[in-house]
């Protein structure tokens, strides 16, 4: 009696949890709107056998494709924070799920792991060594490997690493470099930079850190003192405050940062003028425009005081335009064409920084429209280039905690509402994130989690909820993918370390200690 007991005890418990794991599928409507299909064709099944066919066929044509004919360029597109959700959730904001960002049309892909040699969630200092240089390092440093601790003022020369910029100009090859973020900023500085904290991008913020800025050298002097920043063809980004002084004031009324009176951007015009080189600095989208950069040998551009602006803020400020500011895409142009002119080949790393800031302050969109920006200019260096002779690797140096939840009808907004009411019977929003400044926004003390409307989430500055209370939201510890076209790029599939991708790329191109 007692054993027939149990078993009806234990059927009742199964039906119970097999009820409720199927309800967990049924949720509330918040409206009867019908939902459409945005391809009809997909609900028969010859189109995804056929959808198979054409990437079977790919595949095989990227096979007889392959040529042993190294890389003479090789261009490094970094998406800061660019996670796996981001890359989706842009697909999605470009038109619908099944669609493609440019880049993840080329032929090879894998996954690189992004830890610090101190830290599971990396930062873009210690990622920009592992990218760029081939060495893992510490938390928060650039350009040094993991025997230098975070903040040292030590001189760190025996422990320096060389970025894949300083293989290529070893090897005869033009470098450069074009980011939308300061041109001191952590992952840009990894082109060139060795410091023990990436913060130290101007002398005061040396000083502030208790070391002595005549013997420890901030990022900026580095970028126009040191070899491979001297030798740079192109430097393209923001952040004239960190070239500055505080009591010079830039071209649109910004003071610098600097307290040694020095002003680097005449040092650099100074610099190449002794070399007897042609040499243009510019700091406005008609300046670079007026430019004849097929006599240009060398190119400083900053563009804005701090970080360039969000590309969709280009669109809709009347702060900053697409007519005033240059976008990622027209600094990635203009820096191969002055790339180019170099017979031997040329290295060029271009960042779309601004996808991670956008990230940390929990606005989504602004993360996306960047993220579509990064694959126009992707696109356009494609374009540019032939596969026979120049290699294109995309990748991120870390992820971020965004995430795409819920079921959402296909027609649905990505960055809007979902459809369907959660169990305290209030909306939620298809993108969310697991901590950061979207938490005041998500919950009061006084009545719980907010009700989110559609018209809420349609603002392009709306700021997405998260769960953990934070003033920025922290990286993510995930893997990042790697896309890979031209000579080579069959290297790039697979799953390995960060350090392996400049091996990869040097080993492509026959420079470094990887030829």
């Known amino acids: 009696m007692a054993y027939r007991?149990?078993?009806?005890?234990?059927?009742?418990?199964?039906?119970?949890?097999?009820?409720?794991?199927?309800?967990?599928?049924?949720?509330?409507?918040?409206?009867?709107?019908?939902?459409?299909?945005?391809?009809?064709?997909?609900?028969?099944?010859?189109?995804?056998?056929?959808?198979?066919?054409?990437?079977?066929?790919?595949?095989?044509?990227?096979?007889?494709?392959?040529?042993?004919?190294?890389?003479?360029?090789?261009?490094?597109?970094?998406?800061?924070?660019?996670?796996?959700?981001?890359?989706?959730?842009?697909?999605?904001?470009?038109?619908?799920?099944?669609?493609?960002?440019?880049?993840?049309?080329?032929?090879?892909?894998?996954?690189?792991?992004?830890?610090?040699?101190?830290?599971?969630?990396?930062?873009?200092?210690?990622?920009?060594?592992?990218?760029?240089?081939?060495?893992?390092?510490?938390?928060?440093?650039?350009?040094?490997?993991?025997?230098?601790?975070?903040?040292?003022?030590?001189?760190?020369?025996?422990?320096?690493?060389?970025?894949?910029?300083?293989?290529?100009?070893?090897?005869?090859?033009?470098?450069?470099?074009?980011?939308?973020?300061?041109?001191?900023?952590?992952?840009?500085?990894?082109?060139?930079?060795?410091?023990?904290?990436?913060?130290?991008?101007?002398?005061?913020?040396?000083?502030?850190?208790?070391?002595?800025?005549?013997?420890?050298?901030?990022?900026?002097?580095?970028?126009?003192?040191?070899?491979?920043?001297?030798?740079?063809?192109?430097?393209?980004?923001?952040?004239?405050?960190?070239?500055?002084?505080?009591?010079?004031?830039?071209?649109?009324?910004?003071a610098g940062n600097r307290q040694d009176g020095r002003n680097l951007i005449k040092q650099w015009l100074s610099d190449r003028q002794s070399e007897n080189v042609t040499a243009k600095y510019v700091w406005s989208r008609k300046g670079l425009t007026e430019l004849n950069l097929e006599h240009t040998d060398y190119l400083l551009g900053l563009f804005a005081s701090d970080h360039l602006p969000y590309d969709g803020d280009r669109h809709r400020s009347t702060k900053h335009s697409a007519q005033a500011d240059p976008s990622l895409t027209e600094l990635t142009e203009a820096a191969i064409r002055v790339l180019q002119?170099?017979?031997?080949?040329?290295?060029?790393?271009?960042?779309?920084a601004r996808i991670d800031m956008a990230h940390h302050s929990n606005y989504a969109q602004r993360s996306l429209e960047d993220t579509a920006e990064f694959a126009r200019a992707v696109q356009q260096a494609r374009e540019m280039t032939s596969e026979e002779d120049t290699l294109i690797v995309v990748t991120s140096d870390h992820s971020h905690v965004m995430t795409i939840n819920g079921y959402p009808h296909r027609d649905e907004s990505i960055t809007g509402v979902i459809d369907y009411l959660a169990d305290d019977q209030l909306p939620w929003s298809i993108l969310s994130y697991a901590n950061g400044p979207g938490y005041a926004g998500t919950y009061k003390k006084s009545e719980g989690r907010v009700r989110l409307t559609d018209t809420d989430a349609a603002y392009p500055l709306y700021v997405h909820p998260a769960m953990v209370p934070l003033n920025a939201d922290t990286h993510g510890g995930d893997d990042v993918a790697v896309f890979a076209s031209g000579p080579f790029a069959q290297h790039f599939s697979g799953n390995y370390e960060q350090t392996n991708i400049p091996a990869m790329m040097a080993r492509a191109a026959g420079i470094g200690p990887y030829n």
């Open 341 to 352: 002119r170099n017979d031997k080949g040329y290295f060029l790393f271009v960042e779309g």
């Open 5 to 254: 007991w149990s078993c009806c005890c234990l059927l009742a418990v199964l039906i119970l949890a097999t009820a409720q794991a199927d309800q967990q599928h049924v949720r509330m409507l918040r409206s009867t709107r019908n939902h459409k299909l945005r391809n009809e064709a997909e609900m028969k099944s010859e189109y995804w056998r056929q959808d198979a066919q054409s990437m079977l066929a790919a595949k095989l044509a990227a096979l007889d494709a392959l040529k042993a004919n190294s890389a003479k360029n090789v261009i490094m597109f970094l998406g800061d924070g660019m996670s796996i959700h981001t890359v989706t959730a842009t697909r999605n904001l470009l038109g619908d799920s099944p669609e493609k960002v440019y880049f993840e049309k080329f032929p090879y892909t894998g996954l690189s792991k992004t830890y610090c040699v101190n830290r599971q969630v990396a930062d873009s200092a210690c990622t920009a060594t592992a990218y760029l240089g081939g060495v893992k390092a510490n938390y928060g440093t650039i350009g040094i490997n993991a025997q230098v601790k975070r903040y040292s003022c030590e001189d760190h020369t025996e422990h320096r690493v060389d970025s894949i910029a300083k293989w290529a100009q070893d090897a005869g090859k033009s470098a450069g470099f074009v980011t939308s973020a300061r041109v001191t900023h952590a992952s840009p500085a990894g082109v060139y930079a060795h410091i023990a904290d990436r913060n130290w991008e101007n002398d005061m913020e040396v000083a502030a850190g208790g070391c002595d800025p005549e013997q420890t050298l901030d990022i900026a002097r580095q970028l126009v003192e040191w070899p491979t920043g001297q030798q740079l063809k192109v430097i393209l980004g923001g952040g004239r405050q960190n070239f500055l002084n505080s009591t010079v004031r830039d071209e649109t009324g910004y």
